[in-house]
């Protein structure tokens, strides 16, 4: 008898039931039920998307000295993943992965983990010329990677992040955070999830991460929506709203038509967390979730 028995509740069975684990802690495969319910999330969201949005879906990685540029290992450099692989001829490879240490010879490529979905899209519009007066909106996707620390439910080291990106003059990003924020109660209310708005900051790095992230709040640069998983634990982020204010305009020199610096804004969706938060809301059994969840998810 294990003299400290793990005591799973129903969270941990219900996410048992739906992601099955890997090795590697915090990567999961999904199984098909799980995968409805994200692809009914994801039509869902798409229904719910601001006309003349501009859709671009990312792959899950991306330019290693873009995401340098961006200041991101400035501020999260304990979440980043890099992309190595081994480098020579057949023989000289073939040489190095028979020694034991063959980890040691990987050399990194240009390439890294993209830790958010929104990332690689600031360098492109820039490359694409002024902002127009009326501003811009992207609709972006992809995998995302965050080396985590702990692995408690819902926090994966990959997992799928879907946003909207404004980009425009202050007042612009200003009014599309304040819409999403209002706009996201809304979704969250057709889908049934208990939920609360809360300022927010991001998990800056070390002591001068901590000042970072002070001023982020005083700032009110980041809320969140909340949904609980457990009775007991503070709710879990499942969305996030977010002002960089001129932060990558002035990285990526993004002017708008009349010559101001612009500013950018995002809404980002976890995907996989608001699967969860559905899951743990309305249970495993999809044919007993409520009408109108059902008729909103396409299911
Ligand atoms: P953030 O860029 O940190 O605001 O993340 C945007 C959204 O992605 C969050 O609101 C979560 O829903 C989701 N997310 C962030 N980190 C993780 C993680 N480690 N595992 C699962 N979902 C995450
Ligand atoms: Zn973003």
Known sequence: MPINPVVEDELDSLTRSLLLPSPGAGVYARTGLFEQVVEGLSSFITRHREPET????????????????????????HLLGNVSCLQGNEAEIHALVERKEWMSELSSTELVLSPAACYPLYPM??????????????DVASDCFRRESTHEVGRFQSFRMREFVCVGTPEQVLAFRTRWVFLAQ????????????????????GRAGRLAAMSQLEQSLKFELLVPFRAEEPPTACMSFNCHRDHFSTVWKLFNENGDQAHTGCVAFGLDRLALGLFKTHGLDLQKWPVVVRENLSF
């Open 54 to 77: 501009q859709i671009l879906r990312f792959p899950p990685v991306m330019s290693r000295s873009q995401l340098e540029k961006s200041g991101y290992l400035h501020s999260f450099p």
């Open 125 to 138: 519009v820039a490359d694409s010329g002024p902002v127009p007066a009326k501003g811009l909106m992207f």
């Open 186 to 205: 809304r979704l969250a209310k057709l889908l049934g999830l208990p939920h609360q708005i809360a300022p927010a900051s991001d998990p800056f790095f």
